[in-house]
């Protein structure tokens, strides 16, 4: 549980995209302000690899937001997975499934992941290791997963997916 004075140092960060690229205008993601419009991000960004989980970045207050500058120590990048639900009107049968991978996940020391929607999530692989590698070692993990995965490469689940047939 996030303490009372740590919690007040939560921002709200704020990044703008070209809606075509992406299919919306922006996104938003938790961020532990540091003073001097300086933030560390606290959660994983879905569509962006300007930044990633725990890296440091410049934010501006425009009209109260804090909309993203520019990033200025890179620790992690986003990496992302799809599955295809069992049913995805069967939200027990999909919260299992999730429950699974997450397990999976876990299982094999992924420690910052998240899902926004069935179907689709987000890990954080270092970016001191060549993209190369994590893409190489993101696909053993899905083809090692108890439910099928898919992962992908950058911020479109369809442009590079690979489908990892297990």
């Known amino acids: 549980m996030v303490s009372t004075a740590e919690a007040e140092k939560h921002i709200k960060l704020h990044i703008s995209y070209d809606g075509e690229k992406v299919g ?25 690899d300007a930044f990633g989980f725990n890296d440091i970045v410049r934010f501006e207050r425009i009209d109260g937001i804090a909309e993203f500058q ?21 939200r027990e049968k999909t919260t299992e499934e999730w429950r699974l991978i997450a397990k999976h996940l876990r299982a094999n020391d992924i420690k910052h992941f998240g899902s926004a929607m069935a179907g689709m999530f987000v890990i954080a692989l270092p970016v001191d290791v060549s993209n190369e590698k994590n893409w190489t070692w993101l696909k053993a993990l899905c083809y090692s997963s108890p ?9 479109d689940p369809n442009a590079d997916a690979e489908d990892t047939d297990n």
């Open 24 to 48: 919306c205008g922006g996104e938003s993601v938790w961020a532990v302000d540091l003073g001097l419009n300086m933030a560390r991000i606290n959660n994983l960004p879905f569509f962006t």
């Open 70 to 90: 520019e990033t200025m120590t890179s620790v992690t990048k986003s990496w992302g997975v799809t599955w295809k639900p069992t049913d995805e009107k069967d």
């Open 147 to 155: 439910i099928k995965l898919i992962p992908y490469k950058g911020d």
